[in-house]
């Protein structure tokens, strides 16, 4: 299942409208979660039907008339997901807690029926809500099984549920595949086995100044007036800003690697144990910046669509083992240490890019090495060093990383 985001322009009236929408669907998830609390006291948990429980709300309560009985369904699948979320993190020991009631809902859940999409004159049409304008700015393929309305901050948008048509993809030859080893970091988001540094865009550090000038701003107005209001919007904004120009980014990184490798082996962290150390706020903010996982994501999906593969490599002394002679030093590198030495055959390389070579090897189960090479002088004598090329989070974002793939060194293989 795939989903298309698009913008979506109601007018004023359909505004009141869908705003009231979200508070009674709102509204319904906390009368729900309220019966359950109470069956759970009385030991009758297992009695609850939540579906037959909309359905006798709707009639005790006639205002939940004015939203789309699949909406308000749905809003009961949701709950029911909520608990079995719980359910599932439990198993595992996680502490967990109980549900909470909802202060707010930013979204309307339009499953199968209840909508009309007009792909020519860019219109959809929603029951009990209206004929709405909509910015088509890509082409849909599949079946459409559902549209999601969500208010962000001040904009509304219109997600479809779409079911792909399967496609078989064949795979290439062993011998013909193009393959590559990725090591995720901070000092450069990705250092790649081909020598391809690409930097770390940290949104959220060049966003914090303009953070704390809006709110400077929004503390010398009067509480409740209108320019109150518009100060507290501008900030309401800006997580929004960050999240778009991140995911941005992460799409055509993830989009540039799938297009341009059969075979893609990724440094496989364990990021929630990574964020449980005892770490400066300022990395700490940076791991979490970094949204590894969401790339994660982002690159296995388009490379399952692609008929590529992305395989997950074992980070255990990743950052320790000569990719040269698969030698493993004692001394452990710190974060300040950009070098890598290894104690063995003394081969000196970036440590990431010693890392995404050691990615590549384990993954293949072959020697593998670099092609691009300067002579680094060590000990009185010259030797072969990996040379990385930089490239910025600009010219990911603007495009110009499609002359990477002219360029793209390869790794020998064997």
């Not at 364990?270 to 982002?298: R, Y």
């Not at 090329?389 to 793209?408: D, F, N, Y």
């Amino acid at each position: 299942m795939l989903s298309y985001k698009f913008r979506i322009y109601p007018n004023k009236n359909q505004k009141q409208i869908l705003e009231k929408n979200l508070i009674l669907c709102k509204d319904m998830y906390n009368l729900l979660l309220e019966q359950l609390n109470k069956a759970k006291k009385e030991g009758r948990e297992k009695e609850i039907d939540l579906q037959a429980l909309v359905a006798k709300i709707k009639e005790e309560k006639p205002k939940f008339k004015e939203v789309y009985s699949k909406a308000l369904q749905m809003v009961s699948y949701q709950l029911k997901s909520n608990l079995k979320t719980l359910k599932e993190l439990k198993k595992k020991g996680k502490k967990v807690g109980k549900l909470r009631f909802k202060k707010r809902i930013k979204t309307i859940n339009y499953n199968q029926s209840g909508f009309f999409i007009d792909f020519k004159k860019k219109k959809i049409s929603f029951s009990k809500i209206g004929t709405i304008n909509i910015k088509i700015h890509r082409k849909v393929e599949g079946k459409i099984k559902g549209v999601i309305i969500k208010k962000e901050v001040d904009k509304w948008f219109a997600i479809l549920q779409v079911e792909e048509p399967q496609i078989q993809q064949k795979e290439k030859e062993s011998k013909d595949q193009r393959v590559v080893g990725i090591d995720l970091g901070i000092n450069y988001f990705i250092v790649d086995s081909n020598g391809f540094a690409i930097e770390n865009p940290k949104i959220v550090d060049k966003q914090l100044k303009r953070i704390r000038v809006l709110y400077r701003k929004l503390s010398r107005k009067k509480k409740g007036s209108k320019n109150f209001e518009k100060e507290k919007l501008k900030i309401e904004k800006l997580p929004l800003k960050i999240k778009n120009i991140r995911l941005d980014f992460l799409h055509k990184l993830s989009k540039y690697y799938v297009e341009n490798y059969d075979v893609i082996y990724l440094e496989d962290l364990d990021i929630d144990n990574m964020l449980k150390g005892k770490h400066k706020e300022k990395l700490h903010m940076h791991i979490n910046d970094a949204s590894w996982a969401t790339f994660k994501q982002l690159l296995s999906y388009k490379a399952e669509r692609a008929g590529k593969r992305v395989v997950a490599v074992d980070a255990e002394n990743t950052t320790q083992r000569c990719s040269n002679c698969g030698h493993i030093n004692k001394k452990k590198l710190q974060l300040k240490d950009r070098i890598f030495i290894c104690e063995k055959c003394g081969f000196t390389a970036d440590r990431d890019f010693n890392a995404a070579m050691d990615i590549l090897k384990t993954g293949l189960g072959q020697p593998v090495e670099p092609v691009n090479t300067y002579d680094h002088q060590r000990g009185g004598r010259f030797e072969k060093a990996p040379l990385l090329c930089e490239i910025s989070a600009k010219e990911i974002i603007t495009g110009h990383e499609l002359s990477m793939r002219q360029e793209a060194p390869l790794v020998r293989v064997g």
